[in-house]
């Protein structure tokens, strides 16, 4: 583990309150640095609950909880604190190829757990297209990130867009996004920024779309969300470096940082 890695443990809880902290002060720090927060989504169960703290805000003393200095801005009557809405950038890391109705679309988990109760019109959703054709759908998610703040100029490092935050998954096998263990095309891809996978061995088993390595290395921060005790002791095994070979141990962010939550074993 290097110095740019920090692990949080705790209750699924305790573990969802500290997590939404930490996404409420990086998204008014980026928007105070630049003017707008680009954040990419995961989807699956497991971020339900962080969801739902990010979309009704925390109060300052639940920053204090986990010894964070909660952002000045966007302090409420009642002392909570939300998101800078106006000026976030939503995208997902990766999509199954279904339409944006079904149960089992990432996009579907957001829209009920995230974004329940909003006016649309208030948000900048960029939504991978899970309905269309997978290799269609993958370069026309990309060249939609090319046309938004996050992909374009001074935004790019190496001809990659650095997103804020990039929230993550863990899956039981040790994939992550989208990207799985034995797809060497996928894990070895180099220049584009979003691809299409093959049906998984996996639930639902469905092609899907999902950010490459490159895209995930180039965040400012990535953070792994796995409250599940069932997947403590495979994140662990990650963090200390004793599975190489899982995809989730190849995300290493080249100037950003790595964010743990796992649950207590």
């Given at each position: 583990m290097d110095k740019s890695t920090e692990i949080f443990t705790g209750t699924p809880e305790e573990l969802a309150e500290h997590a939404a902290a930490i996404i409420i002060l990086e998204a008014w720090r980026s928007v105070s640095g630049q003017g707008f927060f680009a954040m990419a989504l995961s989807g699956g169960n497991s971020p339900r609950a962080l969801y739902r703290l990010l979309r009704t805000g925390l109060h300052a003393s639940r920053f204090l909880r986990h010894d964070l200095e909660p952002p000045k801005d966007g302090?409420?009557?009642?002392?909570?604190?939300?998101?800078?809405?106006?000026?976030?950038?939503?995208?997902?890391?990766d999509e199954r190829s279904l339409p944006p109705g079904d149960p089992r679309s990432?996009?579907?988990?957001?829209?009920?757990?995230?974004?329940?109760?909003?006016?649309?019109?208030?948000?900048?959703?960029?939504r991978m297209e899970g309905e269309k054709v997978p290799d269609t759908a993958a370069a026309a998610y990309e060249s939609l990130i090319r046309q938004s703040p996050a992909g374009s100029g001074g935004a790019l490092r190496e001809g990659?867009?650095?997103?804020?935050?990039?929230?993550?998954?863990l899956g039981p096998d040790g994939h992550t996004a989208s990207l799985f263990p034995g797809n060497t095309g996928a894990l070895e891809e180099k220049s584009r920024w979003v691809i299409a996978v093959q049906a998984p061995d996996l639930e639902p088993r469905v092609p899907r779309l999902t950010f490459t390595l490159p895209v995930l290395?180039?965040?400012?921060?990535?953070?792994?969300?796995?409250?599940?005790?069932?997947?403590a002791s495979l994140a662990t095994s990650i963090i200390s470096g004793q599975r190489p070979e899982l995809p989730a141990s190849r995300v290493r962010p080249v100037q950003g940082r790595t964010l743990w939550f796992k649950a207590q074993p």
């Amino acid at each position: 583990m290097d110095k740019s890695t920090e692990i949080f443990t705790g209750t699924p809880e305790e573990l969802a309150e500290h997590a939404a902290a930490i996404i409420i002060l990086e998204a008014w720090r980026s928007v105070s640095g630049q003017g707008f927060f680009a954040m990419a989504l995961s989807g699956g169960n497991s971020p339900r609950a962080l969801y739902r703290l990010l979309r009704t805000g925390l109060h300052a003393s639940r920053f204090l909880r986990h010894d964070l200095e909660p952002p000045k801005d966007g302090v409420q009557g009642d002392g909570t604190i939300g998101m800078p809405w106006n000026e976030c950038l939503f995208f997902w890391g990766d999509e199954r190829s279904l339409p944006p109705g079904d149960p089992r679309s990432n996009y579907r988990m957001a829209e009920e757990s995230l974004f329940h109760g909003m006016e649309a019109g208030g948000l900048r959703v960029y939504r991978m297209e899970g309905e269309k054709v997978p290799d269609t759908a993958a370069a026309a998610y990309e060249s939609l990130i090319r046309q938004s703040p996050a992909g374009s100029g001074g935004a790019l490092r190496e001809g990659f867009p650095m997103f804020d935050l990039v929230l993550l998954g863990l899956g039981p096998d040790g994939h992550t996004a989208s990207l799985f263990p034995g797809n060497t095309g996928a894990l070895e891809e180099k220049s584009r920024w979003v691809i299409a996978v093959q049906a998984p061995d996996l639930e639902p088993r469905v092609p899907r779309l999902t950010f490459t390595l490159p895209v995930l290395n180039h965040a400012r921060t990535v953070l792994f969300f796995v409250p599940s005790v069932e997947r403590a002791s495979l994140a662990t095994s990650i963090i200390s470096g004793q599975r190489p070979e899982l995809p989730a141990s190849r995300v290493r962010p080249v100037q950003g940082r790595t964010l743990w939550f796992k649950a207590q074993p």
